[in-house]
Nanobody, 116 residues
Framework: QVQLVESGGGLVQPGGSLRLSCAASGFTISVYNMNWYRHAPGKERDVGATITWSGGTINDADSVKGRFTISRDNTKNTVYLQMSSMKPEDTAVYYC?????????WGQGTQVTVSS
């Protein structure tokens, strides 16, 4: 059974940092591309970052380039999103996603709020 569980969200001040985790089960993350998405209030959900099966990383959103870093620990079957220099516009629910056999699996999301 495929499962993704995000954690690490919370309240952070502008300019601060936060690290999100996505613990995967039911499959091996090292053979699939993994994505972090975010859904901000009043906006469509969009992809923020991708880590490929080969370990390459992509910051899909221009707004996070240079500030967000996606990584993974294959021994823990977990994907991370390190966020720094955070801005109020980073406030959103963050989700991890994997596509297996043409089907998308999502976690339940973790809320991130950037506010002073």
């Amino acid at each position: 059974q495929v499962q993704l569980v995000e954690s690490g969200g919370g309240l952070v001040q502008p300019g601060g940092s936060l690290r999100l985790s996505c613990a995967a089960s039911g499959f091996t993350i090292s053979v699939y591309n993994m994505n972090w998405y975010r859904h901000a209030p009043g906006k469509e959900r969009d992809v923020g970052a991708t880590i490929t099966w080969s370990g390459g990383t992509i910051n899909d959103a221009d707004s996070v380039k240079g500030r967000f870093t996606i990584s993974r620990d294959n021994t823990k079957n977990t994907v991370y999103l390190q966020m720094s220099s955070m801005k109020p516009e980073d406030t959103a629910v963050y989700y991890c996603k994997v596509r297996l056999s043409l089907r998308d699996y999502w976690g339940q999301g973790t809320q991130v709020t950037v506010s002073s």
